[in-house]
């Protein structure tokens, strides 16, 4: 446990969900988010702003649930990238989907016993009578980002499985779960967690969460969709449907059907839509309910919910709380409730308890410190041991334990800070988990013991990331940062390798990494530490950690940037002015010689929102500055829009020249993420709900809108986080959003999803990983940790573009094979390899219909038109000097004079044809679509088909010489398909 960051967490500047940095009014936040009336009761409350990305700290989800839902709608219109595949027929391989690369479990540097597991929100027991061993507990535990997760208690060593893959929103503030005879098992997911991330309303799954429907919450003919369901109670009517209860932040909802058609909003007070922080219901009464709403107190109904009647008889004056109360009652005597209510400062100024239902309460004797610097604002816990009435836990930052309801209260270790919720083990209640920011925990109360060894999770930790990077020099080592769980670093993260990863520096986590792309022992990060926001240095991977302040003044997450192809500079910024580097950090300079950068005249007095760095090798860097929305008392009348601007600085560090840049539509700018390679290039991300994606390819001096030209071909309406392209091709770019991964190969023309394998979850950070090989994406997720995906061009528009290579050890031209060893030059994304035209000429397609060919190994390349623009999949050597190629929409190409001219071949085949090889001069075959194999016998001038077995998919054929060939494919009668090989030993007469 970091004690340390739970001291000091949540003391200073932070919003609620506009990024903006100090706000002294909610109608902001109503006119953006369309909250709830009863949230301007209180002054905004300024408090930590999570999940920021690599140019602007950012809320982790600011899209109010009617922009979720026509994000969700969106995505159902949208391109896939498995249709009209060239390679698939129906879906991608395994290998080529995302695939998890968080380790199960991340043990934290302070206490290597205890891993980091990040923010749960809820959780539900549920008894499985239908197990064929017996009844078993299993309990669903929902994320804050990162959906649902199941366990069976059965054996200790039982894993969590996610059954959220494919909720429509990854967000979950309560479950329901319970066995229909009809329906059989059914989850009910509300979605939302206070305060943190903003949901999309009431999901239900009767298939174990493959699939989800949408239930809606109504009031008369209108649906509601909360920010936030804070709780889901179910009534059996034992013979007739089931009563259910939906507690959120815009109200009640009751649905006499058990949900099936629907709920309806009943008012507990005058507004309809006030918010609910906690319900519960009598176990023995089940018409009694009793819920806490903010500001207003402790209610409860004894009729279904039909009508409600306020219970605050010793309370504190409600209209003086804060937003939240967390309330329990006693299963084992209902007459006694607890509740935990905050002041106006979101600590919790009190715990107090009734023994008549709520009819007078009492103060107990709780300590002033259960919450720190208004962390209770969504982090307010409370439970009633369901046995005895008089033990009770209540926890925020920290935790207690009372034993004589109340009257006295020992702290005990939760093993992480912020905490969520308790929950007694069913057939052992001396057993409590207990749910934080750092995951699940299991509290033995006999033995007055803390751990989580146990707890591992399948398909990716239910972890928020912030920032991340990887090492150049190692592709497999990453560093990033989390929320409220450190900086982590990792040697094998990769799916081929053992995936561990170390906590090595605690409280928040970096939203700024960078490591040294030469020398990979060196990283640069920053951190959160409560009142501090240090710049770090680590020369170690991690073991020792160096503070790089050198005198500036510390700023909200102070950002540190880097060029990653020109390691001569670091730079970061202070409320004053932008700073670099020349030795590591050591000691710093401004950028140029004003003494202001930043002066009252143009910008909030406040330091900027985010930097970031241009790359490019050999080229001086550019930067880019944003900046917050100011409070009302510093905005300048001549320059009211600070929030609007991009500050650009070019040139050579220590006389950079400074220029303003603006967005075509003067959008607030969110973020800038400068691109990997092109040093012109950089995108910028407009403050919600302005959903749009905008690049510059003159370093700032204009700006494009790339978020789409057809309605059912563009990216969603949801927040782009972030955004690469591939190397050498600007074209090609993929965008992580709040809704998932997106491609682009037309330079955001149009869009189609690149989820395959991945839930749904938002995207925070991206790195696009060039090899030798099949190039790799790295990505960060704000709530199921990260991930990992092969670039091979499975998905349809994939254009691939070619790796310049030098080759170090020359083989004779006559030789045609030999082995070669190569080194990479300059890296470009590789799909179809380098094909060798004996006696010394080596081609490679460049799509678009152009082919590149070398005759000196590699180091100078000349490129070639096709009559045509079509994408060559395979080239095949002919003859001594000619070569034959084919593409993916059936054209055949052939030169005689090494690539210099090519003939296109009249065929009426138009399938996309996969791969060609010669056994001879005369004898060639081609594999295509649908399995078909075509066969030449005058050298490729006229083809008739040899084979076309629709059930098989033919990948790549080969031969090894004249008679010895093998033809790779997949048999799609069974399900899932199977490989299978074809093989020839006469040249092709047979297989």
């Given at each position: 446990?970091?004690?340390?960051?739970?001291f000091y967490i949540?003391?200073?500047?932070?919003?609620?969900?506009?990024?903006?940095?100090?706000?002294?009014?909610?109608?902001?936040?109503?006119?953006?988010?369309?909250?709830?009336?009863w949230l301007?009761?209180e002054?905004?409350?300024?408090?930590?702003?999570?999940?920021?990305?690599?140019?602007?700290?950012?809320?982790?989800?600011?899209?109010?649930?009617?922009?979720?839902?026509?994000?969700?709608?969106?995505l159902?219109?949208?391109?896939?990238?498995?249709?009209?595949?060239?390679?698939?027929?129906?879906?991608?391989?395994?290998?080529?989907?995302?695939?998890?690369?968080?380790a199960?479990?991340?043990?934290l540097k302070?206490?290597?016993?205890?891993?980091?597991?990040?923010?749960?929100?809820?959780?539900?027991?549920?008894l499985?009578s239908?197990?064929p061993?017996?009844?078993?507990?299993?309990?669903y535990?929902?994320?804050?980002?990162?959906?649902?997760w199941?366990?069976?208690?059965?054996?200790?060593?039982?894993?969590?499985y996610?059954?959220?893959?494919k909720?429509?929103?990854p967000?979950?503030?309560?479950?329901?779960?319970?066995?229909?005879?009809i329906?059989?098992?059914?989850?009910?997911?509300g979605?939302?967690?206070w305060?943190?991330?903003?949901?999309?309303?009431?999901?239900?799954?009767?298939?174990?969460?493959?699939?989800?429907?949408?239930?809606?919450?109504?009031?008369?003919?209108?649906?509601?969709?909360?920010?936030?369901?804070?709780?889901?109670?179910?009534?059996?009517?034992?013979?007739?449907?089931?009563?259910?209860?939906?507690?959120?932040?815009?109200?009640?909802?009751?649905?006499?059907?058990?949900?099936?058609?629907?709920?309806?909003?009943?008012?507990?007070?005058?507004?309809?839509?006030?918010?609910i922080?906690?319900?519960?219901?009598?176990?023995?009464?089940?018409n009694?309910?009793?819920?806490?709403?903010?500001?207003?107190?402790i209610?409860?109904?004894?009729?279904?919910?039909?009508?409600?009647?306020?219970?605050?008889?010793g309370?504190?004056?409600?209209?003086?709380?804060?937003?939240?109360?967390?309330?329990?009652?006693?299963?084992?005597?209902?007459?006694?409730?607890?509740?935990?209510?905050?002041?106006?400062?979101?600590?919790i100024?009190?715990?107090?308890?009734?023994?008549?239902?709520?009819?007078?309460?009492?103060?107990?004797?709780?300590?002033?410190?259960?919450?720190?610097?208004?962390?209770?604002?969504?982090a307010?816990?409370?439970?009633?041991?369901?046995?005895?009435?008089?033990?009770?836990?209540?926890?925020?930052?920290?935790?207690?334990?009372?034993?004589?309801?109340?009257?006295?209260?020992?702290?005990?270790?939760?093993?992480?800070s912020?905490?969520?919720?308790?929950?007694?083990?069913?057939?052992?209640p001396?057993t409590?988990?207990?749910t934080?920011d750092?995951?699940?925990?299991i509290?033995?109360?006999?033995?007055?013991?803390?751990?989580?060894?146990?707890?591992?999770?399948s398909?990716?930790?239910?972890?928020?990331?912030?920032?991340?990077?990887?090492?150049v020099?190692?592709?497999?080592?990453?560093?990033?940062?989390?929320?409220?769980?450190?900086?982590?670093?990792?040697?094998?993260?990769?799916?081929s390798?053992?995936?561990?990863?170390?906590?090595?520096?605690?409280?928040?986590?970096?939203?700024?990494?960078?490591?040294?792309?030469?020398?990979?022992?060196y990283?640069?990060?920053?951190?959160?530490?409560?009142?501090?926001?240090?710049?770090?240095?680590?020369?170690?991977?991690?073991?020792?950690?160096?503070?790089?302040?050198?005198?500036?003044?510390?700023?909200?997450?102070?950002?540190?940037?880097?060029n990653?192809?020109n390691?001569?500079?670091?730079?970061?910024?202070?409320?004053?002015a932008?700073?670099?580097?020349?030795n590591?950090?050591n000691?710093?300079?401004?950028?140029?010689?004003?003494?202001?950068?930043?002066?009252?005249?143009?910008?909030?007095?406040?330091?900027?929102?985010?930097?970031?760095?241009s790359?490019?090798?050999?080229?001086?860097?550019?930067?880019?500055?944003?900046?917050?929305?100011?409070?009302?008392?510093?905005?300048?009348?001549?320059?009211?829009?600070?929030?609007r601007?991009?500050?650009v600085?070019?040139?050579v560090?220590?006389?950079?020249?400074?220029?303003?840049?603006?967005?075509?539509?003067?959008?607030?700018?969110?973020?800038?993420?400068?691109?990997?390679?092109?040093?012109?290039?950089a995108?910028?991300?407009?403050?919600?709900?302005?959903?749009?994606?905008?690049?510059?390819?003159?370093?700032?001096?204009?700006w494009?809108?790339?978020s789409?030209?057809?309605?059912?071909?563009?990216?969603?309406?949801?927040?782009?986080?972030y955004?690469?392209?591939?190397?050498?091709d600007?074209?090609?770019?993929?965008?992580?959003?709040?809704?998932?991964m997106?491609?682009?190969?037309?330079?955001?023309?149009?869009?189609?999803?690149?989820?395959y394998?991945?839930?749904?979850?938002?995207?925070?950070?991206?790195?696009?990983?060039?090899?030798?090989?099949?190039?790799?994406l790295?990505?960060?997720?704000?709530g199921?940790?990260?991930?990992?995906?092969?670039?091979?061009?499975?998905?349809?528009?994939?254009?691939?573009?070619?790796?310049?290579?030098?080759?170090?050890?020359?083989c004779?031209?006559?030789?045609?094979?030999?082995?070669?060893?190569?080194?990479?030059?300059?890296?470009?994304?590789?799909?179809n390899?380098?094909w060798?035209?004996?006696?010394?000429?080596?081609?490679?397609?460049?799509?678009?219909?152009?082919?590149?060919?070398?005759?000196?190994?590699?180091?100078?390349?000349?490129?070639?038109?096709?009559?045509?623009?079509?994408?060559?999949?395979s080239?095949?050597?002919?003859?001594?000097?000619?070569?034959?190629?084919?593409?993916?929409e059936?054209?055949?190409?052939?030169?005689?004079?090494?690539?210099?001219?090519?003939?296109?071949v009249?065929t009426q085949?138009?399938?996309?044809?996969?791969?060609?090889?010669?056994s001879?001069?005369?004898?060639?075959?081609i594999?295509?679509?649908?399995?078909?194999?075509?066969?030449s016998?005058?050298?490729g001038?006229?083809?008739?088909?040899?084979?076309?077995d629709?059930?098989?998919?033919?990948?790549?054929?080969?031969?090894?010489?004249?008679?010895?060939?093998?033809?790779?494919g997949?048999?799609?009668?069974?399900?899932?398909?199977?490989?299978?090989?074809?093989?020839?030993?006469?040249?092709?007469?047979?297989?």
């Amino acid at each position: 446990m970091k004690n340390f960051s739970s001291f000091y967490i949540y003391l200073s500047v932070f919003i609620l969900a506009s990024f903006i940095h100090q706000i002294a009014s909610a109608q902001y936040l109503l006119s953006v988010n369309k909250l709830p009336s009863w949230l301007t009761q209180e002054n905004t409350i300024e408090k930590k702003l999570e999940s920021p990305i690599e140019m602007a700290p950012r809320n982790a989800n600011p899209m109010s649930g009617e922009y979720y839902q026509k994000a969700i709608e969106h995505l159902k219109n949208m391109p896939d990238e498995n249709i009209n595949s060239k390679n698939k027929n129906a879906q991608i391989q395994s290998i080529t989907q995302w695939q998890s690369i968080t380790a199960t479990r991340v043990p934290l540097k302070d206490n290597p016993n205890i891993a980091a597991h990040g923010r749960i929100r809820t959780l539900y027991w549920f008894l499985n009578s239908s197990n064929p061993s017996g009844s078993i507990w299993e309990s669903y535990i929902g994320a804050s980002s990162g959906g649902i997760w199941k366990k069976s208690w059965n054996r200790p060593d039982s894993w969590w499985y996610s059954y959220g893959d494919k909720l429509p929103n990854p967000s979950v503030g309560a479950l329901c779960v319970y066995h229909d005879y009809i329906r059989g098992d059914v989850i009910y997911a509300g979605t939302g967690d206070w305060e943190r991330f903003n949901g999309a309303g009431l999901f239900m799954s009767t298939d174990q969460g493959s699939s989800w429907n949408k239930i809606p919450l109504m009031d008369g003919t209108n649906e509601v969709i909360p920010t936030a369901i804070t709780s889901i109670i179910r009534k059996e009517n034992y013979g007739s449907p089931d009563t259910m209860y939906v507690a959120t932040d815009m109200g009640f909802f009751r649905s006499a059907y058990g949900g099936t058609t629907g709920f309806t909003r009943i008012p507990i007070v005058a507004e309809p839509n006030w918010g609910i922080f906690a319900m519960v219901k009598n176990p023995v009464s089940q018409n009694i309910l009793y819920a806490s709403l903010p500001y207003r107190g402790i209610y409860k109904t004894t009729n279904w919910g039909s009508t409600w009647f306020p219970v605050n008889n010793g309370l504190p004056d409600m209209s003086k709380t804060g937003r939240t109360m967390s309330l329990a009652i006693s299963q084992s005597n209902p007459q006694v409730l607890y509740v935990a209510v905050t002041d106006t400062n979101s600590d919790i100024q009190g715990v107090f308890i009734t023994t008549n239902g709520g009819d007078i309460w009492t103060r107990t004797n709780a300590p002033n410190d259960i919450s720190i610097a208004g962390q209770a604002f969504h982090a307010n816990a409370i439970a009633v041991h369901p046995s005895d009435w008089r033990i009770a836990y209540v926890g925020s930052v920290n935790c207690y334990i009372t034993r004589n309801a109340g009257q006295n209260w020992d702290r005990i270790d939760p093993g992480h800070s912020d905490i969520t919720g308790f929950y007694f083990l069913p057939n052992n209640p001396n057993t409590v988990i207990i749910t934080s920011d750092g995951g699940v925990f299991i509290r033995d109360d006999s033995r007055n013991t803390i751990q989580n060894t146990s707890e591992n999770f399948s398909g990716g930790v239910p972890l928020q990331e912030y920032g991340m990077d990887y090492a150049v020099s190692e592709p497999n080592m990453m560093i990033a940062g989390t929320q409220d769980n450190g900086t982590m670093v990792s040697t094998t993260a990769s799916v081929s390798s053992t995936k561990n990863w170390t906590e090595f520096y605690g409280c928040d986590g970096a939203n700024y990494v960078y490591i040294d792309p030469v020398n990979s022992n060196y990283a640069y990060f920053n951190s959160w530490c409560g009142e501090t926001n240090p710049r770090f240095r680590t020369p170690n991977k991690g073991i020792n950690v160096d503070d790089i302040n050198s005198g500036l003044a510390m700023v909200y997450y102070s950002p540190i940037g880097m060029n990653k192809f020109n390691t001569n500079y670091i730079f970061t910024y202070t409320n004053q002015a932008v700073y670099f580097s020349s030795n590591r950090g050591n000691d710093w300079r401004r950028i140029n010689n004003l003494s202001m950068d930043f002066t009252a005249g143009q910008f909030p007095k406040e330091a900027p929102a985010g930097l970031a760095v241009s790359n490019g090798a050999g080229t001086n860097p550019v930067l880019y500055v944003c900046f917050w929305k100011p409070k009302p008392s510093d905005v300048i009348p001549s320059e009211p829009n600070p929030e609007r601007k991009i500050f650009v600085s070019e040139g050579v560090p220590g006389s950079m020249i400074n220029r303003i840049s603006y967005l075509p539509d003067l959008s607030t700018v969110r973020a800038v993420i400068a691109d990997n390679w092109n040093p012109n290039i950089a995108y910028a991300f407009p403050e919600a709900p302005v959903f749009k994606l905008f690049k510059t390819s003159d370093r700032g001096l204009t700006w494009n809108n790339i978020s789409g030209s057809r309605p059912d071909s563009s990216l969603p309406p949801a927040n782009v986080n972030y955004a690469v392209s591939v190397p050498g091709d600007a074209n090609t770019i993929f965008a992580g959003t709040d809704v998932g991964m997106f491609k682009t190969s037309n330079n955001g023309s149009t869009w189609q999803k690149y989820q395959y394998g991945l839930p749904i979850v938002p995207i925070n950070n991206i790195v696009y990983i060039p090899t030798a090989g099949n190039d790799l994406l790295k990505i960060g997720t704000f709530g199921r940790g990260f991930w990992e995906r092969i670039i091979d061009g499975d998905d349809p528009n994939w254009t691939p573009a070619p790796t310049v290579i030098r080759r170090e050890n020359r083989c004779p031209d006559s030789l045609i094979y030999c082995r070669l060893y190569w080194s990479i030059i300059h890296l470009r994304a590789l799909d179809n390899p380098v094909w060798r035209i004996p006696p010394g000429c080596f081609m490679v397609a460049n799509g678009q219909g152009t082919i590149e060919r070398s005759f000196d190994a590699g180091q100078t390349w000349e490129m070639f038109q096709l009559p045509t623009k079509e994408n060559i999949t395979s080239i095949a050597p002919l003859s001594e000097s000619g070569a034959f190629a084919v593409g993916e929409e059936g054209g055949m190409f052939i030169t005689k004079d090494y690539g210099q001219t090519w003939n296109q071949v009249q065929t009426q085949y138009n399938v996309p044809l996969l791969s060609v090889a010669f056994s001879s001069f005369n004898d060639g075959y081609i594999v295509g679509q649908d399995g078909l194999l075509l066969r030449s016998n005058d050298g490729g001038n006229s083809w008739s088909e040899f084979m076309n077995d629709p059930v098989k998919t033919f990948s790549q054929i080969y031969f090894v010489n004249s008679g010895l060939g093998f033809i790779a494919g997949m048999d799609n009668k069974s399900k899932p398909a199977t490989p299978f090989m074809l093989r020839t030993n006469d040249g092709g007469k047979s297989w």
